[in-house]
């Protein structure tokens, strides 16, 4: 799960324009909880809504803050 993680972190180079923590630790480190989802339940939808979830979360929390 940490390996897929922090590859995981490293396909939104562009969105953190190299930033190495935030693409390894913030981003990468972030995916671990879906990754688990995803092999308690068997199923990848599991990860996919708990991403598409957090993601929405976020931007909520942004568009609400600024």
Same mark, same amino acid.
Do not use: C, E
């Given at each position: ?16 324009? &190299?930033?190495?923590?935030?693409? @390894?630790? #913030?981003?990468?480190?972030?995916? /671990?909880? !879906? $990754?688990?989802? &995803?092999?308690?339940?068997?199923? @990848?939808? #599991?990860?996919?809504?708990?991403? /598409?979830? !957090? $993601? ?11």
């Amino acid at each position: 799960m940490v390996m897929s993680s922090l590859a995981f972190g490293t396909m939104h180079y562009n969105a953190y324009d &190299w930033n190495l923590y935030q693409m @390894l630790i #913030t981003v990468g480190l972030t995916r /671990i909880p !879906f $990754d688990w989802a &995803w092999y308690k339940t068997n199923s @990848l939808w #599991t990860g996919v809504a708990g991403h /598409i979830i !957090f $993601d929405l979360l976020a931007f909520l929390v942004g568009a609400m803050a600024g």
